[in-house]
């Protein structure tokens, strides 16, 4: 005769009891959480810096200073980058610049004076298809710890 045989006692229920409210204990404290997911965000969001690509993975437009100058885009004296940082509350996390320009070159449009020179959007903030993975991983490795 085959079969299945199943045998649950009452320690392996009560062991799975002590993980469930361990794992509903951390999901009301998920302000490292989103910690860390921020700061994740915002390194990637520097990152970009160095690559050149969005976050949607194309290639920003070169600007005629790099091009001038043999140097990267958007970073002259590196302040826009610098300036990327994040906040966590625990219900999100945000990254973003204070710095005047940051937006102008996140989205694109008319600058300078009388508005006369259109920029091209070069997105810098964002996630990627590969940063949403990372923040999945970062998500299930911070739940795992809960119940270990």
């Known amino acids: 005769m085959s079969g299945v045989k199943i045998k649950i006692g009452f320690a392996d229920l009560q062991a799975l009891d002590i993980k469930i409210e361990a794992l509903m204990g951390r999901l009301r404290d998920t302000e490292s959480l989103m910690d860390e997911i921020g700061s994740y965000a915002a390194t990637a969001a520097r990152r970009r810096f160095e690559t050149n690509i969005g976050p949607d993975d194309e290639e920003w437009t070169p600007s005629g200073r790099a ?41 694109g449009g008319k600058a300078g004076r ?34 270990q």
Request: no cysteine.
């Open 114 to 147: 009388g508005l006369k020179t259109t920029m091209p959007s070069r997105p810098y903030l964002g996630l990627s298809v590969e940063d949403e993975a990372e923040i999945h991983d970062i998500v299930l490795d911070w739940m795992r710890g809960a119940v």
């Open 67 to 107: 091009l001038a100058q043999s140097g990267r885009t958007l970073v002259d004296r590196g302040h826009l980058r610098d300036s990327v940082t994040h906040l966590a509350s625990p219900t999100e996390a945000v990254i973003g610049s204070n710095v005047v320009y940051a937006a102008i070159h996140q989205f």
